[in-house]
């Protein structure tokens, strides 16, 4: 059984930052990519930041400069460090990893259960 807990959501005013952490656990071999996407009401699920088991990122240009993804492998967590937050970044997040959870496994798509960034102006 693996599960991913994401924590660290909260209410900001804009300009403000806010940290994200997303901790996986269970059953777990050896984690691919990471990532954080984000879902605001009535819009589509996006990607805001993916970054790869080597540590290579990426990042739309939505929040470039303004997000930092990283990741502690021997902890099986990713943060996102989100500064100079925007109404606009007002979401759910949810964390994603491409992980396997035992020796000769595939690699598997796993979904955090989301935590709530609200930004007020």
């Known amino acids: 059984q693996v599960q991913l807990v994401e924590s660290g959501g909260g209410l900001v005013q804009a300009g403000g930052s806010l940290r994200l952490s997303c901790a996986a656990s269970g059953s777990i071999f050896s984690i691919n990519a990471m990532r954080w996407y984000r879902q605001a009401p009535g819009k589509q699920r996006e990607l805001v930041a993916a970054i790869s088991s080597s540590g290579s990122t990426n990042y739309p240009t939505s929040v470039k400069g303004r997000f930092t993804i990283s990741r502690d492998n021997a902890k099986n967590t990713v943060y996102l460090q989100m500064n100079s937050l925007k109404p606009e970044d007002t979401a759910v997040y949810y964390c994603?990893?491409?992980?396997?959870?035992?020796?000769?496994?595939?690699?598997?798509?796993?979904w955090g259960q989301g935590t709530q960034v609200t930004v007020s102006s």
């Open positions: 994603n990893a491409d992980l396997s959870p035992y020796s000769g496994s595939s690699y598997y798509g796993y």
